[in-house]
C-alpha cells in the first residue's frame, strides 16, 4: 500500500480533505458548490490495474485536453502512514515512500504534496491553475487522488479521484469535487460554475472509462 497526505498553506482555500467527505453533498464547505458522479468502468482486477494506472499518470487531467507542465513531486521521501483493517486496528508498521516512479514521457507518477500547472478549456471552459496533491493512496481495492487549487484558477477548491474494486467485482471510478468562484463573472453566474464542473467530469469518464474511448 502506497499513501500519502500533504497539508500546508499554499492551497487557496480552508477546507483541505472535504472532498473525502461521504456527505460533501449535503454538507459543502461555506460558499462552495459540490458535485459528484460516478461510473461503473468493468469488472475485475485487471480493469482496476489499468484504471489505476491511468488514474496515476494523471490521464483524466490529460484526456480532458488538458496540458500538465512544471510537475513537481515534494522534496524528500514521504510518509505513508499506517495501514489499518475493517474494525480500524493498525495491522502494519509506518513506511516510508517508495522510490518515485515515472510514467513513458518521463513525468513522475502523482504522489502526495507534488504541485503541477494545468493549462487550457474545456468546451470553452478555462481550466488554467496551478494544483497540489493533497491526497495520494493506492491500496490494493481502491486508490484515491486529490487535488487542490493553489492559484491561477476561475475556481478554487478541491477534486476527488477515486477509483475502487468492490467486493462484487465492479471496478467503480467516482470523481467528487466542491468549488468557489474566484473571478467576477462566475460569482455573478454561479450556473458557470456548475456548467464548467459538469464538462469537466464528463471529459474525465471518457479519459479512463473504455466504454467511452475513442
Known amino acids: 500500500m502506497r499513501r500519502g497526505t500533504f497539508r500546508d498553506e499554499t492551497v487557496d482555500y480552508a477546507a483541505v480533505g472535504a472532498t473525502q467527505a461521504p456527505d460533501l453533498m449535503q454538507f459543502p464547505p461555506e460558499g462552495s458548490i459540490p458535485a459528484e458522479q460516478s461510473w461503473r ?5 485487471e480493469r482496476f490495474a489499468t484504471a489505476t494506472e491511468s488514474l ?6 490529460r484526456g480532458a485536453g488538458l496540458s500538465i507542465s512544471n510537475v513537481h513531486p515534494a522534496a524528500g521521501p514521504g510518509y505513508t ?15 516510508r ?3 518515485q516512479r515515472f510514467d ?4 513522475p507518477y502523482v504522489s502526495a504534496g507534488t504541485s503541477i500547472h494545468v493549462s ?16 495520494a493512496v493506492e491500496e490494493p481495492r481502491r486508490v484515491a487522488v486529490a487535488l487542490g487549487t493553489v492559484g491561477g484558477s476561475v475556481v478554487r477548491g478541491e ?3 477515486l477509483l475502487e474494486w468492490r467486493p462484487n467485482d465492479e471496478v467503480w471510478f467516482t470523481v467528487r469535487a466542491f468549488d468557489t468562484a474566484v473571478s467576477a463573472l462566475y460569482r455573478i453566474l454561479p450556473t458557470l460554475v456548475r456548467r464548467r464542473r459538469t464538462r469537466l467530469f464528463e471529459r474525465y469518464l471518457k479519459a479512463v472509462s473504455p466504454l467511452f474511448a475513442s
Open 104 to 107: 513513458a514521457e518521463g513525468t
Open 159 to 161: 477534486e476527488l479521484f
Open 56 to 61: 496515476l499518470t494523471w490521464t483524466p487531467l
Open 81 to 95: 502512514g499506517v495501514s489499518y483493517d475493517a474494525d480500524g486496528t493498525p495491522v502494519g508498521p509506518a513506511r
Open 41 to 45: 468502468l468493468g469488472s475485475g482486477e
Open 120 to 135: 487550457g478549456r474545456v468546451d470553452g471552459y478555462r481550466a488554467d491553475a496551478d494544483l497540489r496533491v493533497i491526497l
Open 97 to 99: 515512500e517508495a522510490e
